[in-house]
């Protein structure tokens, strides 16, 4: 303890592009990771002397890791989440093993969905935030393209209008990717209930990031509640919409995310491939990111089939194309057609479930709702619950949809919670 002592300086001094503010509120330097690893050294100690490790030595080893991890940047070093780095080297590896033969082709794309969707599942019984499914989406989109362009594009057979098309389709994914990653909407304290503020200089580790938006965490203190006899109802719906964790009256259709650890307007679900909810300000461009990347995947798989199967039809070719392990090159290109197929599958079944949700007006999270406390009624053989509260017809729902971002309060005060 007298190290990390030494090493906490002025934090008002500014941190060079190698210096950072260690979890234990020292400074220290990228050049330092290796020194005064003392959780490291006791788990190697007890290791070494065949002892028992003491409850919770691994978690704060993987911490201290996790906090040493950092890439310099011009504010000072900035961590690097252990999550973003599975994906950017098993997806290659898998890859190129299954384009060896068949057989291993079968076995790994079998395999890849299985341990994404168990790792989904795991992550979300926890409601835990990870950057796993973000960074495998994002890797997925560029080391495709990049593929695309290396290992295709060479054969001859894309002329440069339809490269061109392909590009457009990966940058206007990018593009809406970046549109919906800006916010999904979340709900602010009125300054009408605002007492005082309280500012910390860090947020707690289960809000949202982009909640805070580069600021700094403030609490508010609400006012004591002033009530008379014309405001008893108006007190009922504010006590049945009151969230107990942010401290706010949440508005109709508004939810709390557990992962985020925030209230969102118009709620519709957390997407773990954007890390981010999905909610009123962004669920018209998360729409379109699904729409975009659609058109890209299934364009690019027609003409990464046509390249390495000429003599077969689309169609058929991604079931039956002789001869195409007797390349490596071609062997790699066929592997990741069929693995954007399986992945434009589920993204397909995400988007047609969100526009018969949005045709009748209902959220994810309201047809959850609808369905447990079986308030709704089950249309379309099952594919969506209509609880039959905000649908006004098929034009007046989508109108609201492509217009509700729009109305979406934009708040200028710094971002808080209220309690």
């Not at 390349?327 to 066929?334: D, K, V």
């Not at 994810?364 to 079986?374: G, I, M, Q, S």
Request: overall charge positive.
């Amino acid at each position: 303890m007298t190290k990390r002592s030494r090493r906490t300086l002025d934090q008002d001094d500014p941190l060079c592009c190698c210096e950072y503010i260690d979890r234990h509120g020292g400074r220290s330097h990228m050049a330092g990771c290796c020194c005064d690893c003392e959780d490291l050294d006791e788990a190697c100690d007890k290791w070494m002397k065949k002892e028992s490790q003491n409850p919770g030595s691994l978690s704060r080893v993987v911490a201290t890791i996790s906090d040493r991890l950092r890439v310099p940047w011009i504010s000072g070093a900035q961590q690097v989440d252990l999550s973003l780095i599975p994906p950017l080297i098993l997806l290659p590896v898998f890859l190129h093993i299954a384009a060896l033969h068949y057989l291993l082709g079968i076995v790994v794309l079998t395999a890849v969905p299985i341990m994404v969707i168990w790792y989904y599942y795991f992550t979300h019984r926890k409601k835990g935030r990870t950057l796993f499914f973000l960074s495998l989406a994002l890797f997925s989109l560029f080391y495709m393209f990049y593929l695309f362009i290396t290992e295709v594009v060479p054969h001859g057979d894309v002329n440069h209008l339809q490269l061109c098309a392909v590009t457009a389709g990966v940058a206007l994914t990018a593009v809406s990717l970046m549109i919906t990653k800006r916010g999904p909407g979340y709900v602010r304290p009125r300054p009408s209930d605002t007492h005082s503020t309280v500012t910390y200089n860090k947020p707690p580790p289960d809000v949202d990031a982009a909640y805070l938006n580069g600021e700094q965490h403030q609490v508010v203190i609400a006012n004591p509640e002033q009530t008379d006899e014309s405001g008893t109802a108006q007190e009922c719906v504010q006590r049945r919409n009151w969230c107990t964790v942010c401290k706010v009256v949440r508005p109709p259709r508004a939810g709390h995310c557990r992962i985020c650890g925030v209230c969102i307007l118009r709620l519709d679900h957390h997407c773990v491939w954007i890390n981010s909810c999905v909610g009123q300000a962004n669920h018209t461009s998360f729409l379109l990111t699904l729409v975009f990347f659609l058109l890209t995947s299934l364009y690019g798989i027609s003409l990464v089939l046509r390249s390495v199967c000429p003599h077969q039809s689309v169609m058929t070719a991604l079931l039956y194309c002789p001869d195409v392990y007797k390349q490596y090159s071609s062997a790699l290109c066929f592997t990741c057609a069929w693995y954007c197929s399986i992945v434009t599958a589920g993204l397909l079944h995400l988007l047609i479930l969100q526009l018969i949700n949005v045709s009748f007006n209902v959220t994810d999270r309201e047809a959850r709702l609808a369905a447990r406390e079986k308030t709704g009624r089950s249309r379309l053989w099952g594919l969506v619950i209509d609880t039959g509260t905000y649908s006004r017809g098929f034009s007046s729902n989508w109108t609201e949809f492509l217009t509700m971002s729009k109305a979406s309060e934009l708040s200028n005060h710094k971002p808080s919670d209220l309690v």
